[in-house]
């Protein structure tokens, strides 16, 4: 079992869909990055939590400690917006290194 | 605002060739990650440089080797290169906090390389 795990791991929506992405993980960390990369293979950050909520533009960030989750949030998708999504868990105490998911791979069709 | 810098952004070499991958992070980061992402796989830690020391160690095979220079950019090192090497190799950088704890990590665009 991964100790980060993203779900779906591909998805289609339409432009203006509300989408989810969902990432759990089993270790304790200091941080949970969510981060994008497109196609060209750049990763972009996008969030890094501790707790609660982050939101910035369209979109929206949270985390519960207690149960090891943290959602990723695209409000009224656009084809830009489609690119692969990555959970990144910071580890409690490791030198600030990531363990990542396996990426949501998003498509929005216009 | 100036980003993570990586160079070069391709590279092909031939098996058991020698490669050198530089990373300079934004300016006043003091921390540089090494991440490999392979063909269709998720990225995994190499290693971790913080004010020119190893700060951590992960999945770096013993033919790589890297640091970090009194400037704080990096190079990894790759020798004997096989054609299971070939993969995105992102470098990132961050400012460690006063007391411990880290910052944000920001990534570079990856060098590609492609061992033939």
């Known amino acids: 079992k991964n100790e980060v795990e993203q779900s779906p791991q591909n998805l289609t929506a339409q432009e203006g869909e509300f989408i989810t992405i969902n990432c759990s993980y089993s270790v304790g960390i200091s941080a949970l990055h969510w981060l994008q990369q497109h196609p060209g293979g750049g990763i972009v950050s996008l969030f890094m939590?501790?707790?609660g909520k982050k939101k910035h533009g369209r979109l929206i960030a949270t985390i519960n400690i207690q149960e090891k989750h943290s959602s990723l949030h695209i409000t009224a998708s656009h084809p830009r917006d489609s690119a692969v999504y990555i959970c990144?868990?910071?580890?409690?105490?490791?030198?600030?290194?990531?363990?990542f998911g396996k990426g949501t791979k998003l498509s929005v069709k216009p | 605002a100036a980003g993570v810098i990586q160079s070069p952004r391709h590279l092909i070499k031939e098996k058991r060739e020698t490669a050198t991958l530089k990373c300079y992070p934004i300016p006043r980061h003091d921390t540089v990650y090494w991440y490999q992402q392979g063909p269709g796989q998720d990225p995994q830690f190499l290693i971790s440089f913080y004010e020119k020391m190893q700060s951590d160690k992960g999945s770096i095979p013993d033919r790589f080797s890297a640091q970090q220079f009194s400037d704080y950019h990096s190079e990894l090192n790759m020798s004997s290169l096989e054609l299971g090497d070939s993969a995105l190799y992102f470098c990132a950088s961050s400012l460690a906090k006063a007391g411990g704890g880290y910052n944000e990590q920001f990534f570079g665009p990856g060098t590609r390389l492609t061992v033939l």
């Open positions: 939590l501790s707790s």
């Open positions: 990144a868990a910071r580890v409690r105490g490791s030198q600030g290194n990531l363990i």
